[in-house]
């Protein structure tokens, strides 16, 4: 490519383009032998030299091109350049052929429904047939395209060459993707299309910028995964500095013969990890783990608990007489669930 670029350097992308065109003509009158061979490999150079250094929007002569290769790689379902690739040589041989012996029937109708068609170009491009309209065929509404009348030379080539185009198009796609996947950087081939359609250089080139930029991105996601597992850990520290956890519990009166419980929200400050499956109450301004009692006068359930349940019947025997901080909760009863 560096000598592509310095022989080139004087001279305007006109004149590039016009070596283009006096190359892919005498590509076309040349007939099919060894010669044609090396012909074609010489195009396929020049053209990705000229791909290197162009514009996206000027790659093609055809908008028809431009819009089939666009929409191939953002619609097509599994698209890979490999077989897209394979839809423009098709598209380019049937170009060639109608170019070279334009008085075959069988170049002149085309039947869309047929196997090569299905499998060379339907399967691997989206809105082909606008490319063979640009040709100068119809599409009839029995999926077939007609020519009709003589044709047009310059249309003609105008689609061989931009198929040839957009087949080196792909081939470049395939080297980036292939450089990608040798540095064990993962990629997808709208990626890729989407850094052709903003970016000017060679396939080299392009897989160092999207390496560089593949890595970037990587390092950005692993500090905000960093940066969330360091706030999740300071909060963790944080609540558990003094070894205490918090829980807030609704508030709640208790009453007893001769004594009345001011009413509180309670907040117990146990350690949560000690006792799980506990809920704890506060009673006369002293924290209490929370075994589940009943006031006798009251009749009411203070707490839930995952272990006790309060008795609706008074009368059966008590499992707990004192609690912790000596408060008598002898009318209290109990039973295990």
């Known amino acids: 490519m560096a000598d592509y670029i310095i022989s080139n350097e004087f001279k305007t992308m006109e004149e590039i ?15 099919e032998n060894m010669e044609k061979l090396k012909m074609r490999r010489k195009l396929e150079d020049e053209l990705k030299d000229f791909l290197s250094i162009v514009q996206h929007d000027r790659k093609f002569f055809l908008t028809e ?10 619609r097509l379902d599994q698209f890979s350049a490999y077989k897209a690739l394979m839809g423009f040589e098709a ?11 334009p008085w075959r029937k069988e170049y002149r109708c085309i039947k869309l429904y047929s196997g090569y068609y299905q499998h060379e170009v339907k399967a691997n491009l989206i809105d082909a047939e606008k490319m063979f309209e640009a040709m100068g065929y119809t599409l009839l509404p029995n999926h077939t395209l007609i020519l009709e009348g ?12 931009d198929a040839v185009i957009a087949y080196c ?38 897989i160092k910028s999207m390496a560089y930029a593949i890595e970037k991105r990587r390092q950005r996601k692993e500090r905000q995964y960093d940066g969330i597992h ?15 956890g918090v829980y807030h519990q609704p508030s709640c009166s208790l009453q007893n013969t001769g004594n009345i419980y001011e009413t509180y929200t309670m907040v117990n400050r146990y350690p949560l990890p000690a006792f799980p499956d506990h809920h704890y109450s506060q009673i006369g301004g002293t924290i209490e783990r929370g075994e589940h009692f009943v006031d006798t006068n009251m009749g009411t359930c203070c707490h839930q608990n995952s ?3 309060c008795l609706s019947n008074f009368n059966s025997r008590s499992l707990m007489q004192k609690s912790k901080n000596g408060a008598d909760y002898s009318n209290c009863n109990f039973q295990s669930k």
């Open 65 to 74: 091109t431009a819009h089939v290769f666009k929409q191939s790689v953002l």
């Open 169 to 206: 198009e792909c081939q470049i796609m395939k080297q980036i993707f292939q450089g990608l996947i040798a540095m064990q950087l993962q990629t997808t081939w709208q990626e890729i299309f989407e850094f052709r359609e903003t970016h000017i250089g060679s396939a080299s080139q392009a």
């Open 91 to 101: 598209i380019s041989q049937y170009a060639n052929n109608l170019f070279r012996k």
């Open 307 to 309: 272990h006790y349940e």
């Open 150 to 161: 003589p044709i047009c030379p310059d249309q003609v080539t105008n689609v061989s060459r």
């Open 230 to 244: 360091a706030a999740a850990v300071a909060a963790d520290r944080s609540s558990h500095s003094s070894g205490m």
């Open 17 to 31: 383009w016009d070596d283009l065109l006096r190359l892919h003509w005498d590509y076309l009158d040349t007939e």
